[in-house]
Structure formats: C-alpha cells, structure tokens
C-alpha cells in the first residue's frame, strides 16, 4: 500500500508542529518539508477542518498543533486522509472479468485493514518524541 501524497505531507506538518510550540506559517513548512506552498496549504485546512491544527491570520499568525493533535491515532488519521478506497479497483472501467470468483479483493482488503491496524496505536506525539524530536526541532530553523 502507498499513501498519497497529501496524507504524506499531513503526517509531516503534524509532525513538526507537535515538536515545537511556536507557530509556523506555511511558508515556514512548506520550506522545511520541501513541499509545494499550494498543496501544503490545501493540506493544512484539511487538518484544521479536523481539528488537529490551529491557524491564525495575519501578522505573527501561522499554524500550530491544537490540543487533540497530539492525541490522534495515525492509524485514524490515515484512514480518514485516505478516504474508503479499496488497494484494487475491480470496478472501475472495464470492470475486472474475475471480480466474481477472485479472492484476492478480500485478502487484499484484510491486508489493508491490517496495515491501519497496525498503525492505530500510534499517536502524533509518539511520531515526534525523542529522539527525532531533535531532528524535527533542527529542520526548518534559520542561523
């Protein structure tokens, strides 16, 4: 399985802000994380929307992790970012000819569900914590 790309880049920004406690803006992320500032941005509202960061407008405004971010399961978080699609498409168009009789949709499907299973335990904060906590807090500071 592979994540896209903005549930790539959510875990990312989560991460960083779970290290620090000062806001960053998204030009601030985007620049740390290597990320295109338009997608970053469109990434950040969808978090926000979730209620996993706060932003701020204006000056000395930018992004920081609310209070529930550190708490989330990335196994949830993962699934909600991913949406409900299946590893396989049997649907699509043309339809599979073995859809019927096949088990490997199934078997792929219990895979998946293994996958965020798996990681389900994990929260934000043990994503950041010691050591990389270190390596999150040196990425994106200026001299």
Avoid at 20 to 30: F, G
Avoid at 41 to 59: D, I, N, S, W
């Amino acid at each position: 399985m592979r994540l896209n790309r903005s549930t790539d880049i959510g875990l990312r920004v989560l991460m960083l802000c779970a290290a620090r406690d000062d806001r960053l803006t998204v030009d601030d992320l985007s620049e740390a994380l290597a990320v295109p500032r338009n997608h970053l941005a469109k990434v950040v509202q969808t978090l926000q929307h979730r209620g996993l960061l706060e932003t701020v407008r204006g000056r000395g405004g930018g992004v920081r992790l609310a209070d529930a971010g550190l708490g989330e399961s990335v196994g949830a978080l993962v699934r909600s970012l991913e949406g409900a699609a299946e590893v396989v498409d049997c649907d699509g168009d043309p339809p599979c000819p073995l859809r019927g009789n096949c088990r490997l949709r199934g078997a792929l499907r219990l895979a998946q569900e293994a996958f965020y299973a798996a990681l389900d335990p994990i929260t934000i904060g043990d994503l950041a914590a010691p050591p990389v906590r270190e390596t999150l807090l040196s990425i994106g500071r200026r001299p």
